[in-house]
């Protein structure tokens, strides 16, 4: 009786026009949209291969430990084409060096073209299917129950000796698989541009993470239809349903998204705790500055000059040019927390005069790095507890908020698929911390610090070649599943509850 | 007799459920919207007064014409506008200043002179929050109402029509165009009323605080806001009429309403845009560093030498060096002109594409009436190069009116040495003209009554032909 029951929907539902307009709409607006994301995509890549030469380039230049200025990429995510999240907004260059710990709020933005775009607002494919699949399954849901009723065709369905559970069942698994037609088909045609592109290839985990995508746009569509369903089933008249179906839909998807963050007032307690942090690790710095200054003091040639008054051969125009520059200074931003101390020489030749300095220069270097490396850690303790609380959990907190609404679960869903959520971003700014660890070591056990190479390459240039390298791998498929679980989790949930809403509902209604 | 069919539909309306829902969402959201303003306004003034009186406190500071020819003005701000509550304008990616400033240079005892830096804003690159659309009138104008006013008149004909009372209607004498004009005159009143409550209520919130003053310029840029926002309003209800007449059944007509707005109101402006000035192709960033280090080392060619053989003869090196320096700032200046020129134009291209879509007019327009966006940034941009051009003529005049000075712009022993009265030095200004900004509008407004007429027009003729 039930294959009766989801043939007739089934055949019902694909004559319509609405089935012909949704697959059209779907499909042109997937296409070509796709088509534009690909394209920059294709482009960021393109930057990171840029960067990662200049990169290089740079380095090379440097020809002591000191003045090495080592940057590393965030290479741009492929399925950022499915859910763009935080990939193209966050920093994409960061700076490792053995005086500060990177985190997300040090990192640059490189290889951007016109800034300007970002007016026009960027339309990824999630995105889409949040705005038109749910209209799409609320505009087959309102008339489900209530149309029928209408008519009355369902008093005439009753009659029979079927269930009521096995109507609503027949309803839904027909409606559902005719709404899958324009999800699939887009999807298809977007993986065709994707698979065309050269610049692009997909791992097999990029294909698990596609399907996961695919899995919450099935949950979220589900979902739709089921507060259209329900919406049909305590309204008489298709008319009042389709009404308030699409006032569901505007205050779900296009208000309450768009108006609660704005609402909410960003906490303003901030601020005092920036300053206080501020301070607090400036005070570890300003320790570690007097600390300095004493050994200074007390070394075998006293002076206050941390480069002994060392210079480099040949002309000199300021600070650049000739064979070399050397530098001292506090790095200060309040904005972000970050403040540190940095020393470095870069010079290529010492000029005679200079070489007796050399001793005293080893000796002050093998204090001072280890020292610097351990006040860094020292304020990253501090630093680290202060930009949790300061910008993290304000972004949490949003995040929750917008949960309320379906479209914030399926967004967070889709985004830790893609692993362009914070989780995913964060993870290479773990991974830039973790290669600054090795770098470290790598110096400790090569002694860099007290070689002489680490302010001047008399001896050599250093070969920058044989440090290790910096690798990046997106988190394994089952980590971006494990994070993606509770959202998917939430909206299977309300699936459940509003099927069991609408089918008490169902049962208890006159037809 | 059309007045008693709008008088129908008026009352129709104001007793269905889509009248309540549509005054609730509209009301909230306007005031969802004054209470934002109310609180991001003052900051967001706060910090430009600040910012504006550390950079006039600096450059009041110089009465010395070399050092006032050579720092330049400093920082140049954008002011903010009152109206911001209106149309947020995406101003967060505009940058907000322009640095008239010079850079260190790297020649022993020549110093750069100042130039025009234009610098893109760098707002969001730290931020981890979500992104989300900002609600403000072109928001709720935009997306909100024009949802609603498909709403209201999905079904003002073709439900008629399923009822029969349409033809009951036509029975009597009554003229179809009459029909149609009443529909739309009622759908119109009974919209407006919600509308002009909520965006009354805004104003009523945004004016009580003393924080924020709207002078009698600002009132008049609101009223003809509110016109445009009726003006759009009307552009749907006609092709909510058009649809309406043309289908059989009103569910049908919703349909195919709700997928043409959502192809257009939330789609089309970005995609159109995105494909347009994909077209485009600006020097990227990397290609400008380029560029400017490429002139660096020309123009150091050029001139090294020179200076080095100079050296004897101090008036000669002394023309020679104030013929560099100044070469060096208007080539610099006119690098980074062309490159945002260049990225002006590449927006610009995307802009005028998405005219396709009425809703991106509606947003032109409430941008240029309330003073924010991108025609207010170009307009900042143009203030800005006119008042450098004062400030050179002002160093010029005052270096011309003392006979003593050697007139060589450049250097410091070539120029006036009279100290200058701080109060003479022109100051920068940033200012908006109603005028201005009404023929910057002329043609979106024009664009947007068109498309009213090409749609109201389309509905009488499809009302007129159909079968009832």
């Known amino acids: ?511 | 007799m059309i007045w008693h069919i709008a008088k129908r539909e008026i009352y129709d309306n104001l007793n269905s459920l889509r009248f309540a829902l549509a005054t609730v969402l509209l009301l909230g959201l306007m005031l969802a919207n004054a209470v934002v303003h109310l609180r991001e306004h003052p900051v967001r003034m706060q910090k430009y007064h600040d910012a504006v009186t550390e950079s006039l406190n600096r450059l009041g500071s110089r009465t010395n014409l070399y050092d006032i020819a050579q720092r330049g003005p400093g920082y140049l701000y954008k002011k903010p506008s009152s109206l911001h509550f209106c149309a947020d304008g995406g101003d967060p990616f505009l940058s907000d200043q322009v640095n008239g400033g010079f850079y260190a240079w790297a020649t022993d005892d020549l110093r750069g002179f100042w130039q025009l830096h234009y610098r893109p804003a760098t707002h969001n690159s730290r931020n981890i929050r979500p992104d989300t659309i900002i609600v403000d009138w072109g928001f709720v104008i935009g997306y909100v109402l024009s949802l609603i006013a498909i709403l209201f008149t999905f079904d003002s004909i073709s439900g008629e029509r399923e009822h029969g009372t349409l033809r009951l209607m036509l029975a009597n004498s009554i003229p179809r165009h009459t029909v149609l004009i009443g529909k739309f005159l009622g759908a119109l009143v009974s919209i407006s009323v919600p509308f002009t409550l909520a965006v009354l209520m805004n104003l009523l919130v945004v004016s009580t605080s003393s924080d924020v003053q709207l002078g009698t310029e600002a009132w008049s840029r609101l009223g003809i806001v509110f016109f445009i926002a009726l003006l759009y309003m009307c552009l749907f209800l006609a092709l909510g009429l058009l649809v309406s007449s043309r289908v059989r059944r009103s569910a049908a007509s919703l349909v195919i309403l709700l997928l043409t707005w959502v192809t257009f109101v939330a789609f089309m402006p970005s995609t159109l845009a995105s494909i347009a000035s994909g077209f485009s192709t600006p020097m990227t960033y990397d290609e400008f560093h380029e560029r400017r280090q490429q002139l660096n080392i020309e123009l150091r060619d050029e001139y090294d030498t020179r200076l080095q053989e100079a050296r004897k003869h101090p008036a000669k090196r002394r023309a020679l060096a104030g013929e560099y320096v100044t070469k060096d700032a208007t080539a610099r200046e006119r690098l980074s002109q062309k490159f945002l020129d260049q990225q002006h134009a590449q927006i610009q291209l995307g802009r005028s594409v998405t005219r396709i879509s009425p809703v991106a007019i509606v947003q032109y327009l409430l941008e240029v009436f309330a003073g924010t966006g991108f025609e207010r940034h170009q307009q900042f941009v143009e203030n800005v190069q006119r008042y450098a051009r004062e400030y050179r003529e002002f160093v010029t005049d005052m270096d011309k009116a003392d006979p003593e000075s050697l007139h060589i712009i450049g250097v410091r022993e070539g120029m006036s040495q009279k100290p200058v009265n701080p109060e003479a030095v022109p100051k920068f200004e940033d200012t908006l003209s109603l005028s201005r900004d009404f023929n910057a509008a002329a043609i979106d407004l024009l664009l947007l009554a068109l498309f009213f007429v090409v749609l109201l027009s389309g509905a009488y003729m499809v009302f007129v032909r159909v079968e009832v």
């Open chain 1, 1 to 511: 009786m039930i294959t009766t029951l989801i043939r007739r929907e089934l055949l019902d539902n694909l004559m319509t026009f609405r089935f012909a307009a949704a697959v059209f709409i779907m499909l042109l607006l997937v296409v070509a949209n796709s088509a534009v994301l690909i394209k920059d995509y294709e482009r960021r890549l393109a930057a990171y291969n840029t960067a990662l030469k200049t990169e290089r380039q740079q380095l090379q230049e440097r020809k002591t430990y000191s003045s090495g200025a080592l940057d590393v990429a965030r290479p741009p995510n492929p399925l950022s084409i499915f859910n763009v999240g935080l990939d193209k907004r966050l920093g994409n260059e960061i700076w490792i060096s053995y005086a500060f710990v990177p985190t997300l709020w040090d990192a640059r933005m490189r290889g951007t073209t016109n800034p300007l775009l970002n007016l026009f607002s960027s339309i990824d494919i999630v995105f889409i299917f949040e705005v038109v699949l749910s209209l799409i399954a609320l505009i087959f849901a309102y008339d489900a129950i209530a149309g029928e009723r209408e008519r009355g065709t369902l008093r005439l369905v009753l009659t029979h000796p079927v269930r009521r559970g096995h109507i609503l069942l027949a309803k839904y698994i027909s409606a559902m698989t005719c709404l899958l037609v324009p999800l699939l088909m887009s999807l298809l045609l977007a993986a065709i541009l994707l698979t065309i592109s050269t610049a692009i290839s997909l791992s097999i985990g990029d294909l698990l993470r596609i399907g996961g995508i695919i899995l919450s746009s099935i949950v979220y569509l589900s979902l739709f239809y089921f507060i259209g369903m329900l919406i049909s089933a305590v309204t008489r008249r298709t008319g009042t349903a389709l009404m308030l179906a699409m006032f569901v839909w505007g205050f779900w998807v296009l208000v309450y998204p768009n108006v609660i963050l704005a609402a909410i007032a960003p906490p303003q307690t901030s601020q005092e705790r920036m300053v206080s942090t501020y301070d607090e690790i400036k005070q570890i710095w300003d320790e570690f500055d007097r600390e300095r200054k004493h050994f200074l003091a007390n070394d075998a040639a006293p002076g206050e000059d941390p480069h002994f008054g060392m210079v480099g051969e040949g002309p000199h125009f300021g600070i650049t040019g000739g064979s070399g520059f050397n530098y001292a200074y506090f790095y200060k931003r309040p904005s972000t927390l970050e403040y540190f101390y940095l020393a470095g020489s870069n010079i290529r030749k010492l000029t005679e005069a200079s070489k007796p300095q050399v001793p005293h220069a080893q000796n002050y270097y093998r204090y001072l790095g280890p020292k610097t490396i351990n006040t860094a850690e020292r304020a990253w303790l501090v630093r680290k507890q202060a930009l949790e609380t300061i910008f993290v959990q304000p972004a949490i907190v949003d995040r929750i908020l917008l949960r309320c609404s379906p479209v914030g679960m399926y967004d967070a869903a889709t985004q830790a698929w893609a692993g362009t959520d914070l989780h995913g971003l964060r993870d290479f700014f773990q991974a830039a911390r973790r290669y600054r660890r090795t770098l470290i070591d790598y110096y400790y056990d090569k002694n860099v610090f007290a070689s002489q190479q680490w302010f001047s390459a008399d001896k050599g240039a250093v070969d920058w070649d044989s440090l290790p390298q910096f690798s990046f791998h997106r988190s394994d498929v089952k980590i971006n599943a494990a994070r993606a679980l509770p959202d998917l989790l939430l909206l299977l949930m309300m699936n459940l509850f509003l099927f069991i809403v609408i089918f008490l509902a169902f049962q208890r209604s006159e037809v």
